[in-house]
């Protein structure tokens, strides 16, 4: 396949994935997120990003990556932006797992899981 179509097929998917997932600043969802285990320090990411658990970084199963969004604790209203540049996570109820340095941002890491909401920006 040429790199032009290529190209093509990746400019339609990111497209669609906006359309059908809507980015637009402002979409929030509700749910739990919880924290990268320390095994996962050093691997790839879904985008090819060494992974870091001192980076404000996440992992979200749908919102594409690069994308900003704000994690509020719903508890105590304490908010972290992060970048999005992983998949995941791989946890029923779960919509977003944050590292260790986004999470301590916004709740004791002794929680495990906190609600939160996240909203793209």
Same mark, same amino acid.
């Not at 990111?14 to 059908?20: D, G």
């Not at 996440?58 to 999005?84: D, F, M, Q, Y």
């Not at 998949?87 to 999470?103: C, S, V």
């Given at each position: 396949?040429?790199?032009?179509?290529?190209?093509?097929?990746?400019?339609?998917?990111?497209?669609?994935?906006?359309?059908?997932?809507?980015?637009?600043?402002?979409?929030?969802?509700?749910?739990?997120?919880?924290?990268?285990?320390?095994?996962?320090?050093?691997?790839?990411?879904?985008? &090819?990003? @060494?992974?870091?658990?001192? %980076?404000?970084?996440?992992?979200?199963?749908?919102?594409?990556?690069?994308?900003? +969004? #704000? /994690?509020?604790?719903?508890?105590?209203?304490?908010?972290?932006?992060?970048?999005?540049?992983?998949?995941?996570?791989?946890?029923? &109820?779960? @919509?977003?797992?944050?590292? %260790?340095?986004?999470?301590?941002?916004?709740?004791?890491?002794?929680?495990?899981? +906190? #609600? /939160?909401?996240?909203?793209?920006?």
């Amino acid at each position: 396949m040429k790199k032009s179509c290529k190209l093509m097929m990746v400019v339609l998917l990111v497209c669609m994935s906006v359309l059908v997932f809507g980015v637009e600043g402002g979409d929030k969802e509700l749910g739990k997120a919880s924290y990268y285990a320390k095994m996962f320090e050093g691997r790839k990411t879904a985008n &090819g990003e @060494i992974f870091s658990n001192s %980076e404000l970084t996440a992992a979200h199963k749908e919102l594409p990556l690069g994308t900003k +969004v #704000r /994690v509020t604790n719903l508890e105590n209203g304490r908010s972290v932006v992060v970048r999005i540049n992983d998949r995941g996570p791989f946890i029923r &109820g779960r @919509i977003i797992d944050l590292t %260790e340095r986004a999470f301590d941002e916004i709740a004791d890491r002794k929680l495990g899981v +906190v #609600r /939160v909401s996240v909203q793209v920006l």
